[in-house]
C-alpha cells in the first residue's frame, strides 16, 4: 500500500496543527515539520478523504495572512494540488499528467469537480508567482523537471521534491509526539475502535437514506470512541496533556467494547511506553528531511 494523505505548507503564527482552518484538510495531524524562517509543513488525513482541498486553502490563506500550498496523494501513484493566498485560490491540478485527471482515483470529496486539464507551463507560472507571494525563491527549472520526469518516482517522493523546489531552504524532521499513538491502549483506539463506529455510523446514516430501519442501534462505545480518537490526535503535539489520563479512558473504552461484543476485557499492559520510531513510521519520514 502505498502512501495517502495530505500534504499542507503554510506560515502560521503558532504551531500549524493549532491553526484556525487547518482542520478542513483532516484532523489525523500525524507528522510536522519545520522548513524555514516560520513555514512549516504538516502530514494530515481525514476519515474519508478526499478532502477539498480548495475551501480549506483559502481559509487558512487568509486566516493567517499568508500563501497556503496542498496536496493530496492517493496511493503513491498520483496527487492532487492547490495554492491560496489571502485574495486567490488556484484551480485544482493534477500531478503529475497535468493536463486532465488520472481516470483511476476519486481527487475530490463526492460532488465537487474534478481537477481541470493545464499545460506544465502554466503550473509552473502559478507555482513561481506562489513562492514569490511567499517571499521564497522557487527554481522555475527544477519544477519543470519534477513535472515532466520520466521514470518512475512515488508521488509523495515527487511531492516532497516539489516543496523543495518551491524554495524552502530546508526540511525538517518530524517534530517529536507527546502521546505515543501507535502503542497500547492508543492503537486500539485509533486503528480499531474509532474506524469501526464511523463506519457503523456511516451504515445506518446509508440506511436510513434508502428508508430502511438500521440492523443495529448505535452502541454506547461509539460516540466516546470518536470523541477519544479525534482528542488523542490533537494531543500530538501539546506537551501538558495528561498522558496518563489519556491512557486510562482508552483502556476503560477497550473493555466496554469488549463487553458490548460478548468477550472477556483484556487485562491493562504494563507502563507506558515511549514511541517506537519504527512503529510509528517516524524513521520512514525523517528519511525525507534534509537536515
Not at 104 to 118: A, C, D, I, S
Not at 193 to 213: F, I, K, M, N, P
Request: hydrophobic share 40%; aromatic share 8%.
Amino acid at each position: 500500500m502505498g502512501y495517502w494523505g495530505t500534504v499542507v505548507v503554510a506560515r502560521p503564527d503558532g504551531l500549524l496543527v493549532d491553526q484556525d482552518d487547518v482542520g478542513g484538510f483532516g484532523y489525523r495531524h500525524r507528522w510536522l515539520r519545520e522548513l524555514s524562517d516560520g513555514w512549516q509543513l504538516l502530514e494530515t488525513s481525514g476519515w474519508n478523504d478526499p478532502p477539498d482541498l480548495l475551501a480549506p486553502a483559502g481559509a487558512l490563506a487568509t486566516s493567517t495572512g499568508r500563501p497556503v500550498f496542498a496536496a493530496y496523494v492517493s496511493d503513491g501513484d498520483c496527487a492532487v494540488m492547490a495554492t491560496a493566498t489571502p485574495d486567490e485560490v488556484g484551480p485544482l491540478t493534477h500531478l503529475w499528467d497535468t493536463d486532465r485527471p488520472c481516470g483511476v482515483y476519486r481527487h475530490q470529496p463526492r460532488g465537487l469537480p474534478e481537477p481541470v486539464g493545464r499545460t506544465a507551463d502554466e503550473v509552473i507560472a502559478e507555482l513561481m508567482a506562489w513562492s514569490a507571494a511567499a517571499g521564497l525563491r522557487a527554481d522555475a527549472t527544477r519544477l519543470r523537471a519534477v513535472l515532466g520526469h520520466e521514470h518512475p518516482v512515488e508521488a509523495d517522493d515527487l511531492l516532497f521534491a516539489l516543496v523543495k523546489a518551491l524554495g524552502v531552504a530546508r526540511i525538517g524532521r518530524t517534530r517529536p509526539w507527546t502521546v505515543p499513538l501507535e502503542q497500547h491502549p492508543f492503537a486500539s483506539v485509533t486503528d480499531i475502535l474509532a474506524s469501526r463506529a464511523r463506519a457503523e455510523a456511516a451504515y445506518r446514516q446509508a440506511a436510513v437514506e434508502d428508508g430502511a430501519e438500521p440492523d443495529e442501534p448505535e452502541a454506547p462505545w461509539e460516540a466516546a470512541a470518536i470523541r477519544l480518537e479525534e482528542e488523542l490526535w490533537a494531543s500530538l503535539y501539546r506537551p501538558e496533556v495528561d498522558v496518563a489520563g489519556l491512557a486510562r479512558r482508552a483502556q476503560r473504552l477497550r473493555a466496554e467494547y469488549d463487553v458490548a461484543r460478548g468477550r472477556r476485557p483484556r487485562p491493562p499492559h504494563g507502563p507506558l511506553s515511549r514511541e517506537h520510531p519504527w512503529n510509528s513510521g517516524r524513521v520512514w519520514a525523517d528519511r525525507r528531511a534534509t537536515d
